[in-house]
């Protein structure tokens, strides 16, 4: 469903080198881990893309941009139209309602395409709730 | 306003002296002179049109002080420069200890004091940073010859190998270690800093701190691709607090004035950046800041001339993208001579070319043509010079790049392609056929120009296929691209038909006995090639065995071993139609080759006996398209030395566009069967070539990563 371009890249941005630890310790600071929340009241908790990020179209080529990691992500359309929506804030609900209107399928392939994109963007701590 | 800036070499190392006056052309709405200054004559970066007004020479900062003093005033008393900005890391401690004299007679300039230079340098960051506490790669300033190895074996290959200014490379065990030491820094003359190499995501951060030491701007940079060098080809802009409060808290610590930029790593799985590296000065992609709407260059020309400073400190757009590519130009040669004779010139004000000359082509023809080998990113393949060539020749309508890779720069670059489609990397011609019949189906293509040596194979086995499809050609046999290559060349038929025009004396080693044998029998320095690319130069028997390990660690089984000639480099370039004739033929002297052996700067020669004995050479080879000899001159024997002949456009061909001869247009009209007038190429004009950031939509680096495809124009 999306497609993470740095993969598909010739080089990636790292040394080829092995890790190693530094000289000095530092202590880990967590942050942006995902909430892992699964919408329980999906059509009353309205959802949106957190600030950093960025879609843009240009043709037929959508992205997702990473604003804080500088990643590119390629779309399709099924991703374009959910990104889209969340952009805008959107319950789980009426993510699966853009699922139905804009694609032929069933109710429960559209439900269960959008959890399993919803639960990806969570966990990659992409979207926040709208207070 | 006057502005000087330093910094205009560095040929694929750039300095940044280019991106900064690009971004003060663009940010700075007062009318503006720029003054490049720089230590060596071919400063290619300065070259570029449109960037500086006038081109002065300044002795080298190494040189003793006051001459450097004498000449800037000397040159401030005739132009009266409102700003200087030092733009060279080799100067800035210079510049930083001329600051007080320098703002008495009125120049302005934004320098750290010097303690605070030689505390970040580089043979001091280890010992700064372990001092500070800060997270960073170990790292070991080493000056003593005794303890390189020691230290190296504690840190663990693969390691960062650092001069002590800007340049740095990968050692990946003990024998590279000490060859990559000798060669970037000089030593044991001078240290070098070895530093643990951390896998993970690697940012920039560039700053610029004002006189009271108030941050006037600040940009980060995440790197999206890097060379085999290790140098960020690509960047975005980012958003990263990490880094940011990382730079807040940095400069608390200590007391800068000026530009700043610091490389991190941050390790997988970790959100805390670790401190790379430091250099004292504005980075080659500060263009980026412009783009990003933070113009940093811009906010410290404005802090120095104390225009009414802006209330918040602006914030970057994230999302803004560079990518390094190249670009080219021609200086007249008179220009040239007058900075080598009194130390300035005009700058290279010219827009329009030298020889954009269509008198015996009257019609627009609209001829399509697709060329491969558009990428800078390791290497400056030919396809770039091919392209700006063509483009400059009203007879081409359109121009296509064929790529091989997401960064190849020329696919970005609207002023040398219109659209750019990735090419497959792979070794089956039919899928290189299946992928060019599917671009010739959406955009016909007249003539195809292959760049690249290591695909034409591919092409050849494909051309009747092409030639089907109505695509033209201009291709060797393989008969003929064997014959050339260096085992044959070297070994098989050496007489080139004159005395003066030789090869030289060759012995192929097939283990490093043989080295020994021929150091032996040549009785001096030799040179090691591979059979492709590469050559290294073994002076003593004791060097043999890195030069073997060098060429068999890429798979050969046998190197080329010559006697060591020095001498001038000369290239001659001409394009053979099928009846093997030279149709053309350019011979260029070398001015300045990188490091990895590409042409930055060259002078167009004339010598006709040399041309005649190449192109009879290739006539007897049976020669068709272009070819390149690269010789050697020996000016006390008055002798050439056949080095090498590349199957292919060279490096520095767009050259040819602007003498007037454009090899790349003769190649088209020959593919189409055309017999074009033989002209004589201009001998005024001297090739420039730097590196330039461009800016890239991320959208469309997506869109060729996904689709194959970016379009630049239509």
């Known amino acids: ?131 | 306003m006057r502005i000087a800036i330093t910094g205009f070499g560095g040929l694929d190392l750039p300095d940044s002296g280019l991106s900064v006056a690009r971004a003060l052309r663009a940010g700075l709405t007062a009318d503006l002179t720029i003054h490049a200054l720089g230590y060596d004559p071919v400063m290619t970066s300065a070259w570029m049109p449109g960037v500086a007004d006038f081109v002065h020479r300044l002795p080298r900062p190494d040189e003793r002080e006051g001459r450097l003093l004498a000449r800037l005033l000397a040159l401030h008393e005739r132009h009266g420069f409102d700003v200087l900005i030092p733009c060279v890391d080799d100067d800035i401690a210079v510049f930083s200890s001329l600051a007080s004299v320098l703002r008495k007679v009125g120049i302005r300039l934004l320098v750290p004091e010097p303690a605070w230079i030689s505390r970040l340098s580089r043979a001091n960051l280890p010992d700064f940073v372990f001092e500070h506490q800060i997270l960073a790669p170990a790292s070991i300033y080493v000056s003593d010859p005794e303890r390189l190895r020691p230290e190296a074996e504690r840190l663990r290959f693969p390691l960062l190998v650092k001069n002590e200014t800007s340049r740095q490379q990968i050692a990946t065990n003990a024998q590279e270690l000490a060859t990559v030491a000798a060669r970037l820094g000089g030593f044991p003359d001078k240290g070098v800093i070895l530093q643990q190499i951390v896998a993970g995501e690697e940012f920039s951060a560039a700053v610029v701190v004002g006189r009271e030491g108030r941050l006037l701007g600040q940009i980060t940079i995440r790197k999206l691709a890097i060379n085999d060098n290790g140098e960020g080809e690509c960047g975005a802009v980012v958003e990263d607090p990490w880094i940011e409060q990382f730079v807040q808290d940095f400069l608390k610590v200590i007391d800068w004035r000026g530009p700043l930029v610091m490389d991190f790593v941050r390790p997988q799985g970790s959100t805390q950046p670790w401190l790379k590296d430091i250099q004292c000065r504005f980075p080659s992609w500060i263009i980026l800041s412009h783009w990003a709407g933070v113009n940093l260059p811009a906010q410290l020309v404005s802090a120095l001339m104390e225009t009414p400073e802006q209330p918040a400190i602006p914030r970057p757009r994230p999302g803004a993208v560079f990518l390094h590519g190249v670009s080219e130009a021609t200086v007249p040669a008179s220009t040239l001579a007058a900075l080598e004779k009194v130390g300035s010139a005009q700058g290279n004000h010219r827009r329009e070319l030298f020889s954009v000359d269509d008198a015996d082509s009257p019609d627009r023809r609209g001829i399509s043509v697709a060329v491969t080998g558009i990428s800078s990113f390791n290497m400056i393949n030919p396809g770039l010079g091919v392209a700006r060539a063509l483009r400059r020749a009203p007879e081409i309508g359109k121009v296509y790049g064929l790529n091989y890779g997401t960064f190849d720069s020329g696919s970005y670059q609207a002023n040398l392609v219109d659209e750019a489609f990735r090419l497959p990397i792979t070794d089956s011609p039919r899928e290189l056929l299946a992928r060019i019949r599917e671009i010739h189906a959406r955009r016909p293509i007249d003539v195809l120009i292959p760049c690249l040596d290591g695909e034409l194979p591919r092409f050849f086995a494909i051309r009747d296929e092409l030639e089907a499809l109505g695509i033209a050609l201009l291709l060797p046999s393989e008969q003929a691209f064997e014959r050339r290559e260096k085992l044959n060349l070297f070994t098989g038929d050496r007489d080139l038909g004159a005395d003066d025009v030789t090869m030289p004396r060759t012995f192929i080693a097939y283990s490093l006995n043989d080295i020994y044998r021929a150091i032996s029998q040549f009785g001096g320095p030799v040179a090691v090639k591979g059979p492709l690319f590469g050559c290294v130069r073994v002076d003593s028997p004791d060097e043999a065995p890195k030069a073997w390990k060098t060429f068999s660690q890429q798979g050969e089984d046998r190197v080329i071993v010559q006697p060591w000639v020095a001498g001038e480099m000369i290239a001659v370039a001409t394009v053979c139609d099928r009846n093997h004739k030279a149709l053309s033929v350019m011979t260029a002297r070398k001015l300045a080759n990188c490091h990895r052996g590409s042409t930055w700067s060259a002078e167009v020669v004339s010598f006709p006996r040399l041309e005649a004995v190449f192109t009879g050479f290739l006539e007897r080879i049976e020669w068709v398209g272009p070819a390149e000899g690269e010789f050697l001159y020996d000016e006390q024997n008055d002798r050439f030395y056949l080095l090498e002949i590349n199957p292919r456009f060279t490096g520095w061909i767009a050259f040819s566009g602007e003498t007037g001869v454009n090899h790349p247009l003769v190649a088209v009209k020959a593919a189409l069967g055309e017999t074009p007038a033989p002209r004589k190429p201009r001998t005024d004009l001297i090739f420039m070539r730097s590196s330039y950031a461009i800016e890239v939509d991320p959208v469309r680096l997506a869109s060729l990563s996904v689709n194959g495809q970016v379009i630049n124009n239509g």
Not at chain 1, 24 to 50: C, K, M, N, W
Not at chain 1, 60 to 70: A, E, H, M, P, Y
């Open chain 1, 1 to 131: 469903m999306i497609t993470t371009i740095k993969n598909l890249l010739r080089k990636a941005a790292s040394d080829s080198g092995v890790s190693t630890a530094s000289t000095l310790g530092f202590v880990e600071s967590p942050a942006r881990s995902p909430s892992r929340r699964t919408p329980r009241d999906p059509d009353q908790i309205r959802y949106t893309l957190h600030r950093w990020l960025e879609i843009r179209r240009d043709g037929d080529t959508r992205i997702l941009i990473d604003n804080q990691s500088g990643s590119i992500t390629a779309c399709n359309d099924t991703a374009w139209l959910l990104l889209s929506l969340l952009r805008e804030g959107a319950t789980f609900g009426q993510l699966v309602d853009g699922v139905l209107q804009a694609f032929d399928i069933g109710e429960a392939q559209a439900r269960e395409d959008t959890r399993w994109f919803f639960n990806h963007l969570d966990t990659l701590g992409y979207l926040e709730k709208v207070a």
